[in-house]
């Protein structure tokens, strides 16, 4: 299974981001690609500890959800309501220059990448407490699911 901790994994997510143009459309939802470069950067600041997000998870998603969704090879489900304080749109952060916040994403990404600067302060806001691998493979599945989105 493909994780973000994994170099080669990781090259491998960087490089398809750098495919990335702003003018891309999604194949599903209603994000566009800069929407999705800021709800990304939020979603590892929110691992990372750094953005806060209420807790929504019950004992169904954070066991039976948690184990399919990061033990299965399946993919993220397409169309999932975006959590409002990770959603552009609502309270996430808005997209400003392309270039800068393609860069801020890849720093974070690195970041989480390294489990650096409180990697261990956040639970995820629906699968509960997450070790390690289960981080990495979370980050790898999610970038994954808004690439493909994208086309990249």
């Keep these: ?15 398809r981001l750098e495919r990335l143009a702003p003018e891309a459309k999604g194949l599903w939802g209603r994000m566009s690609a800069h929407q999705m ?3 990304l950067k939020d979603c590892f600041l929110m691992a990372l500890g750094e953005k806060k997000v209420r807790q929504r998870g019950n004992i169904f998603h954070k066991t039976i959800i948690k184990w399919i969704g990061l033990k299965l090879p399946l993919p993220v489900p397409r ?3 975006t959590l409002p304080e990770v959603n552009q749109e609502i ?3 808005r997209p400003v220059d392309f270039e800068s916040d393609f860069a801020e994403l890849v720093k974070l990404i690195e970041r989480f990448a390294n489990r650096a600067d409180g990697f ?20 790898y599945m999610h970038t994954d ?8």
């Excluded at 299974?1 to 490089?15: F, G, H, V």
Aim: hydrophobic share 35%; glycine share 10%.
């Design 120 to 139: 261990d302060a956040a639970e995820h806001p629906i699968l509960g407490k997450l070790s390690e691998t289960e981080w990495a493979r979370w980050g």
């Design 1 to 15: 299974m493909k994780k973000l901790n994994n170099l080669k994994d990781k090259s491998e997510l960087i490089r």
């Design 145 to 152: 699911h808004h690439l493909r989105q994208f086309g990249v």
């Design 79 to 81: 169309s999932r309501p």
């Design 37 to 39: 470069l800021c709800h």
């Design 91 to 93: 309270g996430g952060t």
